[in-house]
């Protein structure tokens, strides 16, 4: 989980190129390659790839386009990655523009002279301008194309590439082993392609994407998994690539049921999770926070306790948790006029978070889950979305007022949701340095209970919410006991429960 391959920006990964044009002193043609997106056998999407090569400089454009449908709202999404290097694969520059729904945001980088990297984010309409130091070594999509190919002659062999992501704006470390040539089915016909698989290694995952390439090092097929399902990108034809699609419901995909039903007065205390991870090659699927502990019990086994009180075991904010960046924009004037008006006048910063809580509660006056991902300014103009636009709002707002704020993805208990009843669903809060310690703070259900259960924390960059919402595919929720069950001070099943409702739908 949470590794910097985010599957629904895929393209970022495949970095999927048709074949390199000719050196020549005219302008070659641009060159275009069309890809069918398939999750688990089903068509959600496709992919055109354009590469131009004018003099030493060659244009990559990828546009991945798919239909996500979140509670029967059919999200369109589209991302634009554009690459400028040179024939020999130095990177010059790229973009990227990724909307869905309304919601649109873009990243510019630039090489400069120097070795560094300017970089622009913008996010609905408000832009972010930061340097930074360019990877040593890293490649875009031609480098990429490049190094593959010069492996082809080598099966058996294993070698790194530093890739930049450009929307992580991260470089990805990535081991890939050239398994040799193979027969690869296509519609029609069969090609001869070499097989090379990228694995990305982190602390908490690995994430592994499995190539074949043509001779010129070209990606014909690309495989990795999504919500725990194989995704696959094929080369095919353009009509092939742009028939019709099926939507990919986001939010029924990454339901996890509850193997009982969970009382308010059960969310109100302790509650104690067995979990079963079935993807091994999740390391680290939860977070501790100060409301959270977390034990690796092996072999896929995790025992999680959530606490109503803190626990004080994590470390203190740093700078950065109190600064604005492209998806909190805390020094906008619209942020910080709404962050007074909430605070009413408090100097507790305690009191502060409170009081910012509640008005974010009662702010968004349309909910709903056709938003996408915006950003905090988009949410305090529009007043609408889910709970993630909650949770950036609050945690802006919150940075507004000095006080280190981050954004925690998880899943939350209600007891119906969908037509579905005792799950688990996608959710996103905040949590606060308040009295010296991480304190929660759920703005879309009004108060944080212990049907909360965190799998990653964030600056609001959305990679983190994709990210986190692909590892639902993988958990199962063995078993749910209370205090008094797990030290035997009352009777309980930890798989059964009265009657009665709890939790609140997001």
């Not at 890739?163 to 296509?186: A, C, I, K, T, W």
């Not at 097929?221 to 990919?248: V, Y």
């Not at 305090?380 to 709970?387: H, L, P, Q």
């Amino acid at each position: 989980m949470r590794s910097r391959i985010a599957p629904l920006l895929l393209v970022s990964m495949l970095c999927l190129a048709p074949s390199p044009a000719k050196a020549a002193a005219d302008p070659a043609p641009t060159e275009t390659t069309w890809m069918t997106v398939l999750l688990n056998g089903r068509k959600i999407g496709h992919e055109e790839i354009q590469r131009e090569q004018m003099g030493n400089t060659v244009t990559t454009t990828q546009t991945l386009v798919m239909a996500i449908e979140r509670s029967h709202k059919v999200v369109p999404y589209i991302n634009v990655s554009r690459s400028v290097e040179t024939v020999a694969g130095v990177p010059i520059s790229f973009t990227m523009t990724s909307t869905m729904s309304a919601t649109e945001t873009r990243v510019e980088g630039t090489r400069l002279s120097n070795g560094t990297l300017e970089l622009t984010n913008t996010v609905g309409g408000h832009s972010d301008q930061a340097i930074s130091t360019w990877p040593d070594g890293a490649v875009l999509v031609e480098g990429q194309r490049k190094a593959m190919q010069a492996a082809i002659a080598h099966p058996g062999m294993h070698y790194h590439m530093l890739v930049y992501n450009q929307g992580s704006q991260q470089p990805m470390d990535l081991m890939v082993h050239v398994l040799g040539d193979e027969r690869v089915p296509f519609a029609d016909h069969v090609e001869i392609l070499s097989h090379q698989q990228e694995t990305l290694r982190t602390v908490e995952n690995t994430q592994t994407v499995d190539l074949w390439l043509d001779a010129d090092g070209n990606i014909r097929k690309g495989s990795t998994s999504l919500l725990g399902r194989p995704m696959d990108m094929i080369a095919c034809s353009e009509a092939c690539a742009e028939a019709p699609e099926q939507t990919l419901d986001m939010m029924s995909e990454a339901i996890v049921d509850s193997p009982r039903l969970l009382t308010p007065e059960m969310l109100g205390d302790f509650l104690s999770y067995r979990v079963h991870v079935t993807n091994k090659a999740i390391f680290k699927p939860f977070i501790s926070t100060d409301q959270q502990s977390v034990t690796d019990l092996g072999n896929g086994e995790w025992l999680i306790n959530v606490y109503r009180s803190e626990l004080d075991d994590e470390r203190p904010p740093t700078p950065a948790d109190t600064q604005p960046n492209a998806w909190l924009q805390s020094d906008a004037p619209e942020i910080k006029a709404l962050a007074i008006l909430a605070a009413g006048g408090e100097r507790n910063k305690s009191h502060i978070m409170g009081n910012l809580n509640a008005f974010v509660s009662r702010y968004l006056s349309k909910r709903g889950l056709d938003i996408g991902y915006a950003s905090a300014l988009e949410v305090a103009r529009d007043r609408r979305g889910d709970c993630a636009e909650y949770a950036v709002l609050l945690a802006a707002m919150a940075r507004a007022e000095d006080i280190p704020a981050r954004v925690v993805v998880g899943m939350l208990y209600t007891d119906r949701y969908d037509g579905k009843q005792r799950v688990f669903v996608p959710h996103a809060w905040v949590v606060a340095w308040v009295r010296g310690h991480w304190q929660s703070f759920d703005p879309a259900t009004v108060r944080f209970d212990t049907g909360h259960i965190a799998l990653d924390i964030s600056d609001g960059n959305p990679w983190h919410f994709f990210n986190a919402t692909n590892e639902f595919g993988s958990i199962q929720i063995d078993a749910v006991k209370t205090f008094g069950e797990m030290y035997g001070l009352m009777p309980g099943n930890a798989t059964g429960g009265a009657a009665g409702a709890g939790g609140g739908a997001k």
